[in-house]
């Protein structure tokens, strides 16, 4: 293993993130092929806001974390992606109490995982506890797992990204803190859910992207803009790639590609095994990304910013594109709901988008031509 990590550690210290970029107006007019709609059907899913979402392979349902009009966030709804309808509402705890932000599933054991922050009274005091909710689908049961906690009063920061190994049972979930706090990574054993704090990082960790496969971990350090590579085995980092303010990190294991979104649009493209670097994209605001293996496509929510922020614009405000391994944009498709999360079903070429008018919430379904 110490020889592994040393080859890993040598190979990427060669790499660094100093990208090729393309201006928006590329991302629309220079590629070799105009780009084809997606083929989409939707749904109507509530009246709240989606804020985080994980798709369940085993039943093909989406668990959604829901913010209400007055500001609860402690709902997940379960969304049957055959049925096209919510089949239950999950509440966590108490509305004044609770607040949930992101959501991950073991896609083995079906339990599903929530961050957020749990609110205590203390000697008259409100104390706010980053919290680790572990949640049983089968009865909706549930468990809070406090890992940090302080005052209410002046908290900046708290629990980001969560994700789960299912071959080792590891719960891993990012803190981020760009003042004072707990900042750093929690690793919980989701058998006695003891855990271990990693404090590497100046502000802490943004999102969490996990490869069973080769055992390894990328941790994308928004303020300390880093790529943290980590062994799971032993929590150790095998190399730093610099990046500027990472938000989302997706991983094609076949070709070992990792992309990186940051928060000033830009998504970088780092070929791991050779420390090569390839065209990157830049969209407008680029909020997420996802590498789905099956149809060899990396999709992009990128969000119209200009048309987000007028109050009555009815013009395109988020779109999702589909990007093969040339960075030619195949699949293109717009829409007047802001959308921030995508999942994909891995056994199809479906992908579901969680959007938001300020009115309603809806569940889009896409499908490659």
Same mark, same amino acid.
């Given at each position: 293993?110490?020889?592994?990590?040393?080859?890993?550690?040598?190979?990427?210290?060669?790499?660094?993130?100093?990208?090729?970029?393309?201006?928006?107006?590329?991302?629309?007019?220079?590629?070799?092929?105009?780009?084809?709609?997606?083929?989409?059907?939707?749904?109507?899913?509530?009246?709240?806001?989606?804020?985080?979402?994980?798709?369940?392979?085993? $039943? +093909? %349902? &989406? *668990?959604?974390?829901?913010?209400?009009?007055? !500001?609860? @966030?402690?709902?997940? /709804? #379960?969304? =049957?992606?055959?049925?096209?309808?919510?089949?239950?509402?999950?509440?966590?705890?108490?509305?004044?109490?609770?607040?949930?932000?992101?959501?991950?599933?073991?896609?083995?054991?079906?339990?599903?995982?929530?961050?957020?922050?749990?609110?205590?009274?203390?000697?008259?005091?409100?104390?706010?506890?980053?919290?680790?909710?572990?949640?049983?689908?089968?009865?909706?049961?549930?468990?809070?797992?406090?890992?940090?906690?302080?005052?209410?009063?002046?908290?900046?920061?708290?629990?980001?990204?969560?994700?789960?190994?299912?071959? $080792? +049972? %590891? &719960? *891993?979930?990012?803190?981020?803190?760009?003042? !004072?706090? @707990?900042?750093?990574? /929690? #690793?919980? =054993?989701?058998?006695?859910?003891?855990?271990?704090?990693?404090?590497?990082?100046?502000?802490?960790?943004?999102?969490?992207?996990?490869?069973?496969?080769?055992?390894?971990?990328?941790?994308?350090?928004?303020?300390?803009?880093?790529?943290?590579?980590?062994?799971?085995?032993?929590?150790?980092?095998?190399?730093?790639?610099?990046?500027?303010?990472?938000?989302?990190?997706?991983?094609?294991?076949?070709?070992?590609?990792?992309?990186?979104?940051?928060?000033?649009?830009?998504?970088?493209?780092?070929?791991?095994?050779?420390?090569?670097?390839?065209?990157?994209?830049?969209?407008?605001?680029?909020?997420?990304?996802?590498?789905?293996?099956?149809?060899?496509?990396?999709?992009?929510?990128?969000?119209?910013?200009?048309?987000?922020?007028?109050?009555?614009?009815?013009?395109?405000?988020?779109?999702?594109?589909?990007?093969?391994?040339?960075?030619?944009?195949?699949?293109?498709?717009?829409?007047?709901?802001?959308?921030?999360?995508?999942?994909?079903?891995?056994?199809?070429?479906?992908?579901?988008?969680?959007?938001?008018?300020?009115?309603?919430?809806?569940?889009?379904?896409?499908?490659?031509?």
């Amino acid at each position: 293993m110490s020889e592994s990590g040393s080859s890993r550690s040598a190979l990427f210290s060669m790499i660094s993130v100093s990208m090729i970029l393309m201006g928006a107006a590329i991302l629309h007019s220079s590629f070799s092929q105009v780009p084809t709609a997606f083929s989409v059907s939707s749904f109507i899913v509530g009246k709240d806001k989606p804020l985080s979402m994980a798709f369940d392979q085993k $039943t +093909n %349902k &989406i *668990y959604g974390i829901f913010a209400t009009g007055t !500001g609860e @966030k402690n709902l997940i /709804y #379960v969304i =049957d992606t055959g049925q096209k309808k919510v089949i239950d509402t999950i509440k966590i705890g108490s509305q004044k109490n609770d607040y949930l932000s992101n959501i991950a599933i073991d896609p083995d054991r079906g339990v599903i995982y929530a961050t957020g922050q749990h609110l205590v009274n203390e000697n008259d005091t409100t104390v706010a506890y980053d919290t680790l909710y572990v949640i049983n689908p089968t009865d909706n049961k549930f468990k809070r797992i406090h890992l940090y906690g302080e005052t209410e009063d002046g908290k900046e920061g708290g629990l980001a990204g969560v994700s789960v190994n299912p071959v $080792t +049972n %590891k &719960i *891993y979930v990012g803190s981020l803190y760009p003042e !004072g706090g @707990k900042p750093g990574m /929690y #690793v919980i =054993d989701g058998n006695t859910f003891k855990l271990a704090h990693i404090d590497k990082w100046q502000n802490g960790i943004k999102d969490i992207l996990l490869d069973p496969e080769s055992n390894l971990l990328y941790a994308g350090a928004k303020y300390d803009n880093l790529i943290s590579i980590l062994n799971q085995s032993n929590n150790e980092i095998v190399a730093n790639i610099t990046a500027e303010s990472p938000i989302a990190l997706s991983l094609d294991d076949e070709n070992k590609i990792l992309y990186e979104a940051g928060s000033d649009g830009k998504v970088n493209v780092l070929n791991l095994p050779n420390g090569k670097n390839t065209s990157s994209i830049e969209g407008q605001f680029v909020k997420n990304i996802l590498y789905n293996p099956k149809d060899k496509l990396l999709y992009l929510i990128d969000q119209n910013m200009t048309n987000i922020l007028s109050k009555n614009s009815n013009a395109t405000k988020s779109i999702a594109i589909g990007v093969n391994m040339t960075n030619n944009i195949l699949n293109k498709f717009e829409t007047d709901f802001i959308v921030d999360n995508i999942v994909v079903n891995p056994s199809t070429d479906q992908a579901y988008l969680l959007g938001y008018d300020g009115k309603n919430s809806k569940l889009f379904i896409l499908n490659v031509h």
